[in-house]
């Protein structure tokens, strides 16, 4: 793949209905069997693009929404900011990450992945985590790949019915 081809931005009010189907995309392709399938079955790209449109127009304090594309075509996205109020004012966090299932393993998501740490480092962050589900061995195999490794910390996620056991990942990052 030309690596000329492939950029990481900001997302921005248009790229909200791809994002939509980029994140239902990924999460019927990862979160089957994890998730209950009406749950997955039951996800509408005009709602999540909706989601989408507001988030990036007015995201949460300190929240930022990374895309990568391949030819102007945004294939996954990040977001990140910092985590929530009961860690050190210095953690940052992943909140989410994903990649549209056409695009696996072809270098984009640790292109995406890269720029993000490098974002959280820009931002000052000391520390920073991210949850992976329990038995999403794909996801936790590429953060394991880049360094961000089980803490020993469990959420248990009762948004999904039944809820989700979650795993931290984390890393530390050095000092400016």
């Not at 990481?8 to 189907?21: I, M, Q, S, T």
């Not at 693009?49 to 007015?58: E, F, L």
């Not at 695009?103 to 959280?120: N, P």
């Amino acid at each position: 793949m030309d690596p000329t081809q492939i950029s990481v931005r900001p997302a921005v009010d248009h790229d909200a209905p791809r994002l939509a189907e980029i994140h239902i995309a990924a999460w019927r392709a990862t979160y089957r069997g994890i998730m209950s399938d009406e749950r997955l079955d039951g996800m509408s790209v005009e709602r999540a693009a909706s989601n989408w449109r507001q988030n990036i127009a007015d995201p949460a304090k300190g929240i930022e929404h990374l895309l990568v594309a391949h030819d102007d075509l945004p294939v996954g996205f990040a977001i990140l900011g910092p985590a929530p109020d009961d860690y050190a004012a210095d953690t940052g966090q992943l909140h989410a990450l994903n990649l549209h299932p056409d695009w696996w393993a072809q270098g984009l998501g640790s292109r995406l992945f890269t720029a993000f740490e490098q974002r959280l480092a820009a931002l000052g962050y000391a520390w920073a985590f991210l949850w992976v589900a329990k038995g999403n061995e794909r996801a936790i195999s590429f953060y394991t790949k880049h360094g961000w490794l089980d803490d020993g910390g469990i959420l248990e996620d009762a948004q999904f019915d039944p809820p989700i056991i979650e795993l931290r990942h984390s890393r530390t990052f050095a000092p400016h």
